[in-house]
């Protein structure tokens, strides 16, 4: 471990780490931190490092810090270490990837910066390039956090996303498994897609392999994906008809109405 310090800094000299991808949300279990540093304070420091401009980056402890500048604490416990930014962004990711909530996207942006620093470390201490460092470095990641290569692959994949349709995953509105197919269509079309989302409420698994096997042959325009979108619904879409009884109806209308007229009032009441 790098050499330390341990002081007492003002919030105010603490800054949040470059392309931090994960949020501070003000839900339950951070009400319980204030409560609890409110209580007992802080009890295990923030680990940050020096900045060139001054103050510090804070490579974990940034809901800590959130809750001391909640509670207007004057000075928090801060544990200075001297890392490189490839050790500072694992140490963050490490720090942080085992939260009870982790949304998709902090875990999405956390990994591709886990493993971007992972590769460049390798490069940087044996020069080694190419496929095989980049399966190696996906390895580390994997077996460090606990899932599966592919899936740390899946996860990064969303990182291709819109933020559009990010949102929508973190939400619980878009399929996982989907939305890492979508991720593969060029940012355009995705922008078609999640019009197409907005306007119907849902997005079929079917729907998006039939538009990646066109956009196969060549570039279409929304027009066309509107289409292929809509020949995949009709194609199991199910026949209705439904039919009422004159006797329910004849009590709304007067006695010369005809059933064509009934009809006619009906469909403008819809």
Excluded at 9 to 16: D, E, G, I, K, Q
Excluded at 45 to 59: C, D, K, M
Excluded at 166 to 192: C, G, P, R
Excluded at 212 to 223: A, E, K, S, Y
Aim: hydrophobic share 40%; glycine share 4%; aromatic share 6%.
């Amino acid at each position: 471990m790098p050499n330390s310090l341990e002081l007492n800094v003002s919030p105010a000299l603490l800054h949040t780490f470059a392309n931090h991808p994960f949020h501070v949300r003000k839900d339950m279990e951070m009400n319980e931190l204030v409560d609890s540093i409110r209580e007992s304070g802080v009890i295990v420091p923030l680990i940050v490092r020096s900045r060139p401009e001054g103050g510090y980056e804070i490579i974990s402890g940034h809901r800590r810090c959130e809750a001391c500048r909640e509670l207007g604490i004057e000075k928090v416990p801060v544990r200075v270490q001297e890392l490189t930014d490839d050790e500072a962004t694992i140490l963050m990711v490490n720090s942080n990837i085992q939260r009870e909530h982790v949304l998709p996207s902090e875990k999405a942006f956390a990994y591709r910066m886990k493993l971007e620093a992972i590769k460049h470390q390798g490069r940087a201490t044996s020069g080694q390039v190419g496929p095989k460092l980049a399966q190696r470095s996906n390895i580390i990641v994997a077996t460090q956090n606990g899932e599966s290569v592919k899936q740390i692959q899946r996860y990064i994949r969303l990182t291709e996303l819109i933020p559009e349709l990010l949102d929508l995953v973190d939400n619980k509105k878009l399929q996982f498994t989907v939305a890492v197919d979508i991720s593969y269509i060029d940012k355009e079309v995705q922008e078609w897609i999640y019009e197409y989302i907005s306007d119907t409420g849902f997005i079929k698994p079917k729907q998006i392999a039939a538009l990646r096997n066109q956009l196969n042959d060549g570039p279409i325009n929304q027009i066309q994906m509107l289409s292929i979108f809509n020949n995949c619904v009709m194609a199991k879409k199910v026949s209705r008809s439904l039919t009422f009884s004159e006797k329910k109806l004849t009590k709304y209308f007067p006695d010369d109405y005809t059933a064509k007229d009934m009809e006619q009032v009906i469909e403008s009441l819809l």
